[in-house]
C-alpha cells in the first residue's frame, strides 16, 4: 500500500521536507503559499497536488497552481454558487484563477460531516455518543428547525470543524492508501480562532469547542478506517490515541 499526505499549517509541517519523497499525492489546507515558499517548491514538484481550501480563504500566489501543476481546487461546499460565498451572497470563487476548476464535495463524502450547526452546540453531545454518525442523527432529531435556520444563515449543507479535518476525511474517501499528517497539530490556541466579546472579556468558547471537536472527528476516522493506518508526526501529548493503526512518528 502506497502512502498519501495531508499537510495543515502547524509546527509539524517543518518535518514533511524530509520525508517528500514518501508520497506520489498530497493535499494542502487552506492559505499555504508561505509554507510552500519556506519549504521548497521542489519538494512539492512531480506530485498530484489538491488544494484544500476553507470558503473565506485567498488562493494559492506565485503561480504555484501551474508552477505544481495543481489540477483543481476541492471545497468544502455542495453548490459552489450557493454555498462557496459569504453570508451576503458574495462570491468567493471570483478570488481563484478562471482555468482552475473548483469542486464541491464529491459524491463519496456527501453524507458526512455534521449538520450546520454552530460548532459548540454540536460538541456539547460528543461525548454522549461513540459513533459520530448515530451523534448526527440524535442532533438532525432533536433539532431540525435549528440545523434549517443555521443552514440558512451560514449557507452550508454539512459542517467540519477545521479544513485540515475536512482534508483528511476526503483523502480517507477518495483513497485507499496509508495516510500522514503534517501541521495538523489541533494546539487550544489555532491560529483561526473566532473570539467573541461578553462585556469587556474576550472569550474563547468558539475555539476550544472546535478544538475538542477537531478531536473527536479525528479518532472517528481513525477508528472507521481501520484498515489504514495513520501517521502523525505532531508532538502534542494529546494525540496520544490508543488505536493499533495510530502512529506518533
Known amino acids: 500500500m502506497s502512502n498519501i499526505a495531508v499537510l495543515g499549517r502547524g509546527e509539524s509541517l517543518n518535518r514533511y521536507k524530509g520525508m517528500s519523497h514518501l508520497f506520489n499525492k498530497i493535499y494542502i489546507c487552506g492559505r499555504f503559499h508561505k509554507e510552500i515558499k519556506k519549504i521548497g517548491v521542489k519538494y512539492f514538484k512531480d506530485k498530484e497536488i489538491i488544494h484544500v481550501t476553507c470558503r473565506g480563504g485567498p488562493p494559492l500566489r506565485n503561480d504555484y497552481y501551474d508552477k505544481l501543476n495543481v489540477k483543481h481546487i476541492q471545497t468544502a461546499t455542495h453548490s459552489i454558487k450557493k454555498e462557496f460565498c459569504t453570508r451576503n451572497g458574495k462570491q468567493h470563487s471570483k478570488k481563484f484563477p478562471k482555468d482552475m476548476e473548483l469542486k464541491i464535495v464529491p459524491i463519496c463524502m456527501a453524507d458526512r460531516g455534521y449538520p450546520p450547526l454552530p460548532c459548540d452546540v454540536i460538541e456539547k453531545f460528543c461525548n454522549k455518543f461513540d459513533n459520530y454518525k448515530d451523534l448526527c442523527i440524535f442532533l438532525e432529531n432533536k433539532m431540525p428547525k ?104
Open 146 to 249: 435549528e440545523i434549517k435556520k443555521s443552514g440558512k444563515d451560514s449557507r452550508r449543507t454539512r459542517y467540519w470543524p477545521t479544513t485540515g479535518i475536512f482534508a483528511t476525511d476526503l483523502a480517507l474517501n477518495e483513497n485507499n492508501e496509508n495516510i500522514y499528517l503534517f501541521g495538523l497539530d489541533l494546539y487550544t490556541n489555532l491560529s483561526f480562532a473566532m473570539y467573541k466579546t461578553i462585556g469587556d472579556e474576550f472569550h474563547t468558547a468558539i475555539e476550544t469547542s472546535r478544538t475538542r471537536l477537531a478531536f473527536y472527528h479525528l479518532i472517528q476516522m481513525v477508528k472507521e478506517f481501520s484498515t489504514i493506518e495513520f501517521y502523525s508526526v505532531s508532538q502534542s501529548k494529546k494525540f496520544k490515541f490508543n488505536y493499533d493503526n495510530w502512529h506518533l512518528i
